[in-house]
């Protein structure tokens, strides 16, 4: 099974294509640069693999949490090479998963503890996601500053950026945060949920802040 995966959310832009042998074939792309670099990337990996789009068996997507600019480039990208076969479905897959996946696969013993991923919504606000016994216990959601207080002390967190949280709330839990492994990255793809290329949507886990402030003015 050739299988193509596209990541816009984790560190870097991640473009993964995994060949029937089970070869894998890797795109990173460093945050400075935007998603027009994306599609030259998969025509990259595809040439490199000795294929073509149309050989392609599987497709997986990551929908978030994280920048919704980035999974809407991806998005399109993806429905854009999948034009002319709309029924078509896609893996999708949290971003937050990997980062889980990446840190327990390199840190045994954290397999069985309380652990919370942790990506920077905004300057008060984190995508928070958590995990007990390899399990995802806690769905994406935004959370402010009384939830990473109160809700998440006995928990381990992860992912580079729950250092700026850790800092900013002078939080006392422990941080650790690994590189994102593709057998990682591939395995979430392969547990997630599939979705018709025609529906595929961004995970939605705030309003843009012009909307929200709008909104307050009306309640006023």
Do not use: W
């Not at 998969?42 to 073509?52: G, Q």
């Not at 599987?58 to 994280?66: A, V």
């Amino acid at each position: 099974m050739n299988l193509l995966i596209i990541s816009t959310t984790l560190k870097n832009i991640l473009v993964v294509l995994k060949d029937e042998k089970n070869k894998i074939y890797t795109r990173i792309l460093t945050e400075n640069k935007s998603g027009n670099y994306l599609a030259k990337a998969i025509k990259e990996v595809v040439e490199e693999s000795k294929t073509n789009i149309k050989n392609i068996d599987e497709f997986g997507i990551d929908i978030g949490p994280g920048s919704f600019t980035g999974i809407r480039v991806a998005i399109s990208t993806l429905q854009g090479l999948l034009i002319d076969n709309p029924e078509k479905e896609v893996y999708t897959f949290f971003s937050s998963d990997v980062l889980y996946r990446s840190v327990v696969n390199n840190n045994n013993h954290l397999k069985k503890k309380k652990l919370a991923v942790l990506k920077r919504a905004r300057e008060n606000a984190a995508y928070a996601s958590i995990y007990e016994d390899g399990k995802r216990i806690f769905d994406p959601q935004m959370v402010f500053e009384d939830f990473l207080k109160d809700s998440m002390n006995n928990c381990i967190l992860i992912n580079e950026e729950a250092e700026y949280f850790k800092n900013k709330y002078k939080l006392e839990n422990e941080v650790f945060y690994s590189n994102i492994e593709e057998e990682s990255l591939i395995a979430e793809t392969l547990k997630g949920k599939k979705v018709k290329i025609k529906n595929l949507e961004p995970l939605y886990l705030q309003k843009p802040l012009a909307v929200e402030n709008l909104e307050k003015r009306k309640t006023k």
